[in-house]
């Protein structure tokens, strides 16, 4: 059974950083994709930024070039570097993951497609 275990949040001035960890445990499919997802108060969950098993990434228009994720597949971890971090990006923070039928296909950043999904970490980016 897949297990994802976030952490990383916190509260940070508008321009700071932080670094958000996703701990995967029982992950045993090779074509898998993972995703960092948000949800601000009274709004949808939407996707920020996805990354394929190998290795390609994609993300949100509102924050690229400001985040990064990326994964260390040794120890099972995903990451999201935030950077010039603006209140706008105030928000629970997801990890989530699902199984790609085929490799060819690239991941995509749909809430209703990953299958298994953290229990989030909080964000909070004061002006």
């Known amino acids: 059974q897949v297990q994802l275990v976030e952490s990383g949040g916190g509260s940070v001035q508008a321009g700071e950083s932080l670094r958000l960890s996703c701990a995967a445990s029982?992950?045993?499919?090779?074509?898998?994709?993972m995703g960092w997802f948000r949800q601000a108060p009274g709004k949808e969950r939407e996707g920020v930024a996805s990354?394929?098993?190998?290795?390609?990434?994609s993300y949100d228009d509102s924050v690229k070039g400001r985040f990064t994720i990326s994964k260390d597949n040794a120890n099972n971890t995903l990451h999201l570097q935030m950077d010039s971090l603006k209140p706008e990006d105030t928000a629970i923070y997801y990890c989530?993951?699902?199984?790609?039928?085929?490799?060819?296909?690239?991941?995509?950043?749909?809430?209703?497609?990953?299958?298994?999904w953290g229990q989030g970490t909080q964000v909070t980016v004061s002006s």
């Open positions: 989530a993951t699902y199984a790609r039928p085929y490799g060819w296909l690239a991941c995509v950043r749909s809430v209703s497609t990953y299958r298994t």
């Open positions: 990354i394929s098993s190998e290795g390609a990434t």
């Open positions: 029982g992950l045993t499919y090779h074509l898998g994709c």
